[in-house]
Every structure is written in C-alpha cells, then in structure tokens.
C-alpha cells in the first residue's frame, strides 16, 4: 500500500511565500506523473502544477509565473515552491500521484495524499 504524505501548509500574508512537499510511503515500482491540485471553499478541485516523466511540466493558469514544481521521479518525491502568494491562493492543497506499487501487479493507478491546507490573509 502506497500512501502520499504531504507537508508544508499554513498561514501566510499576501506576498508571501510557502514551500510544499510530498513523499511517498510504501514500496513504489514506478511512477508516471506526480504533482498538485488544489480545492478552494466552494470550488472544484483543479490543477495547480504537474510533472509527466520524465520533465514535461503543466501549470494552472493562475499560478504561472509564481509557482514552481519540481521532484524527483526516483524517490516519488514532490515540491511545490509557491512565491507572491494571494489570497485567492486559499485552498486544501492535494499531492497527486498516477503509480505503480510493487506487488500490485505493475498497475498504475492514481493516489492522492490527504491534502494540505494554505490560507493567504489579505
């Protein structure tokens, strides 16, 4: 059984800056794609960043510019660097990872860790 474990959330002033991290526990065979999605109060859950093996990297359009992902495919380790944070930044931020665990018949399935949550104040 793999499980995604994710750290670094909190409250932070506009402007400010938050770095979040993801790793997984359990014995992983291989890994697909891993990265982020968040969900606001009221909204649906959405992309933030992504990272398709081996470097292709997709942003959601309202953090381009002031996030960065980045990680490593090895270890199924995640990092979200979030720089001139808003307030509309405010959400339960999800690691999200498409693995195969080993043992599970080589099948790559998504997991999702338990969420994170980031609240920007104005």
């Known amino acids: 059984q793999v499980q995604l474990v994710e750290s670094g959330g909190g409250l932070v002033q506009a402007g400010g800056s938050l770095r979040l991290s993801c790793a997984a526990s359990g014995s992983v065979f291989s890994t697909n794609a891993m990265g982020w999605y968040r969900q606001g109060p009221g909204n649906e859950r959405e992309l933030v960043a992504l990272?398709?093996?081996?470097?292709?990297?997709k942003y959601g359009d309202s953090v381009k510019d002031r996030f960065t992902i980045s990680g490593d495919f090895a270890t199924t380790t995640v990092y979200l660097q979030m720089n001139s944070l808003k307030p509309e930044d405010t959400a339960v931020y999800y690691c999200y990872a498409d693995l195969a665990a080993t043992g599970d018949f080589e099948q790559f399935k998504d997991h999702w860790g338990q969420g994170t949550q980031v609240a920007v104040s104005s």
């Open positions: 990272i398709t093996f081996p470097a292709k990297i």
